[in-house]
């Protein structure tokens, strides 16, 4: 049985920084992107960054590019999003994802089948 969980959210202040980590268990997804989307109370879960097998590729929205990276332990099946000059428009929870296949761009929610439970980032002005 595949399970993700997310872990590192939190408060933090606009301007700080938070690192979210994601440990994968039933199956080795080495050989897959990997994923991180959030969603905000009445909004769409939203795509914020993606990395590919090897980590040598990522992929951000617009919104978090330059502020935000992505990297990946495929010895220990995990995937980080670093989170800097946080601003209160990225308070969400925040979700990482794995697909269902290796052939996928991992930019949208529908290349992924497995999710974890997701972890609150709230950022105060």
């Known amino acids: 049985q595949v399970r993700l969980l997310e872990s590192g959210g939190g408060l933090v202040q606009a301007g700080g920084s938070l690192r979210l980590s994601c440990a994968i268990s039933?199956?080795?997804?080495?050989?897959?992107?990997l994923g991180w989307f959030r969603q905000s109370p009445g909004k769409e879960r939203e795509f914020v960054a993606t990395?590919?097998?090897?980590?040598?590729?990522?992929y951000f929205a617009d919104s978090v590019k330059g502020r935000f990276t992505i990297s990946r332990d495929n010895a220990k099946n995990t995937v980080d999003l670093q989170m800097n000059s946080l601003k209160t428009e990225d308070t969400a929870v925040y979700y990482c994802?794995?697909?269902?296949?290796?052939?996928?761009?991992?930019?949208?929610?529908?290349?992924?089948?497995?999710w974890g439970q997701g972890t609150q980032v709230t950022v105060a002005s």
């Open positions: 990395i590919n097998w090897s980590g040598s590729s990522t």
């Open positions: 039933g199956h080795s997804f080495s050989s897959y992107p």
């Open positions: 994802a794995a697909p269902y296949s290796t052939v996928v761009s991992g930019r949208d929610l529908d290349d992924y089948s497995y």
